[in-house]
């Protein structure tokens, strides 16, 4: 069994590292090797001394090491993007307003914009709106750089419409903030432009946007996942797995309520990012055979998005709508479900994942709620039998959680963007790994926040730009995201001692 997870664990770490690769020249499977060196020692150990407990030092040494080792070698192989993300005012040193910077081998270097169409260009920055000093040539981007003069949605808004006027949709307009802290606009040639494509290759680019939602796909992946968490279940409740008409029907409710849970979080992302004429696929589900090393018959579901954030709100209402809705349904399933459960005496090693004897003093929110359905009869010295929907609930709880882990490409990683901007939240989802591995150390009871410590340091703490990632949010989002932080540490914080005395558990 250990070869076949340590097997799962490879392919899911290679598809992230694939991910990672793109940004370095380091080669994929070197990448690979590294991150999957610390589970190769740790099997191999468990191969020849058994059920003996490896030493700390052959944990903790493999594991840093290989971390930084893995670190290093994406920086030392990095590419550098090429919209320039570190800025300077360029009227400085001497160099004239409105100028035209260009190198030396400017006439062998393909050009975005010939010189006729610069002139062009000047003419979109209105002086009083965004004083364009200088344009940068890039072989793959032109940057303008100047002071900006208005609201920063104003100097978008603005120059994006006059960009479009001079030079319809050749060019994707995004709006950053430099290193120190001045805004510029990056001119990025849109690979979808109407004039940069023939008439055949229009055709089946016209014919690639009707079927990016490919629902036949999505909907074979649903029946698919249907089927494989019904028949989890068995394995769940601690009996044989068999696929039979017995088997399905006693799993179907727990199927069907983590599968909503799901549906519902992906739909989120999927509708407000059609809501904000976003390209993105239908929801996709994973479905997994169910086997001991996971039981819960599917990896979960995701959407892919296919153009760009328009800004920084649409951002944070697509990273946070997945969560939020997700939780909206997960909350009830989960009182009702644990409403429904019974009490069972409390085993002398609680397991977080032993849903036959669960112990909710693992987590705050699944502790307050437990108390709220269940009352009286929870007490130290008791633990819950779950009913099938609760057990969906408390792992739409953990899939609430892991999404809003402030890293990346993850939900939450985009809240935080979106609310402090790319480079601080890159920041902010680097300290949040840090505390992560921490708190793995010092929970050892909670043997999933190394897992997700482990995947998160694989994750690149940085994702893409908003096409505006200069307009910050309003209040009432910073609010919210605020809030989606704190359900965050509810679900992942084990019950202090004090609230533990106080709700008699």
């Known amino acids: 069994m250990n070869l076949i997870l340590l097997f799962l664990l490879g392919i899911i770490t290679y598809f992230i590292v694939q991910r990672v690769s793109s940004v370095t020249r380091t080669p994929t499977w070197l ?3 590294v991150v999957m060196t610390p589970a190769f020692i740790w099997n ?11 030493p700390p030092e052959l944990f903790i040494i493999p594991f840093i090491g290989c ?16 919209p320039a993300v570190n800025s300077s005012a360029s009227s400085e040193e001497g160099q004239s307003p409105r100028g035209v910077t260009e190198t030396a081998n400017d006439a062998v270097t393909p050009r975005p914009i010939d010189k006729a169409e610069e002139s062009s260009l000047h003419n979109c920055f209105p002086w009083a709106v965004y004083y364009l000093q200088n344009i940068e040539l890039r072989p793959q981007a032109v940057i303008c750089r100047g002071q900006l003069r208005s609201k920063p949605e104003v100097a978008y808004q603005t120059i994006k419409e006059n960009i479009e006027e001079k030079f319809g949709d050749r060019f994707y307009v995004v709006f950053q903030e430099g290193s120190n802290n001045k805004p510029f606009f990056v001119l990025v040639p849109n690979p979808q432009s109407r004039s940069n494509i023939t008439k055949a290759e229009s055709s089946q680019a016209k014919l690639a946007q009707e079927t990016v939602t490919r629902p036949v796909l999505a909907l074979g992946l649903v029946i698919a996942t249907f089927f494989t968490t019904a028949f989890a279940w068995s394995e769940l409740a601690d009996k044989p797995v068999q696929f039979n008409l017995t088997s399905l029907i006693a799993g179907l409710p727990y199927a069907v309520a983590l599968m909503a849970i799901l549906g519902v979080h992906e739909l989120g992302h999927y509708l407000t ?116 929907v609760a057990v969906a609930g408390c792992l739409g709880m953990v899939v609430t959680a892991f999404n809003l882990m402030p890293v990346g490409q993850l939900d939450g990683g985009h809240i935080i963007h979106a609310m402090f901007g790319q480079r601080t939240g890159a920041a902010i989802g680097q300290l949040a790994r840090i505390l992560l591995l921490l708190l793995s150390f010092t929970q050892p009871q909670l043997p999933y926040l190394m897992v997700w410590a482990i995947i998160l340091f694989l994750v690149p ?12 949010l309003d209040n009432r989002r910073d609010l919210w995201g605020i809030l989606a932080m704190a359900l965050l540490l509810l679900i992942i914080l084990p019950v202090p001692g004090f609230l533990n005395r106080a709700l008699n558990i």
């Open 31 to 33: 990448l690979w090797l």
């Open 44 to 54: 191999g150990w468990a191969l020849v001394k058994g059920d003996e407990k490896p």
């Open 67 to 82: 971390l930084l080792l893995y670190w290093f070698l994406i920086q030392w192989g990095r590419i550098s993007p090429p």
């Open 273 to 388: 990012a059609r809501r904000y004429r976003i390209q993105a696929t239908l929801p996709y589900f994973i479905p997994v055979i169910p086997m001991s090393l996971f039981p819960f018959g599917t990896f979960g579901a995701f959407i892919q998005i296919r153009s760009p954030i328009p800004n920084r709100r649409a951002l944070f209402d697509v990273g946070i709508a997945g969560p939020v809705c997700g939780f909206v349904v997960a909350l009830p399933l989960l009182i009702w479900g644990l409403a429904h459960s019974d009490v069972v005496p409390m085993l002398p090693k609680p397991n977080m994942f032993n849903f036959q004897a669960f112990d909710p003093s693992f987590s705050i929110l699944l502790a307050l709620v437990s108390k709220l359905a269940i009352g009286s009869n929870l007490t130290p010295e008791t633990a819950i039998k779950l009913h099938p």
């Open 461 to 472: 703490a940085t994702d893409e730009p908003a096409l505006n990632d200069v307009t910050e």
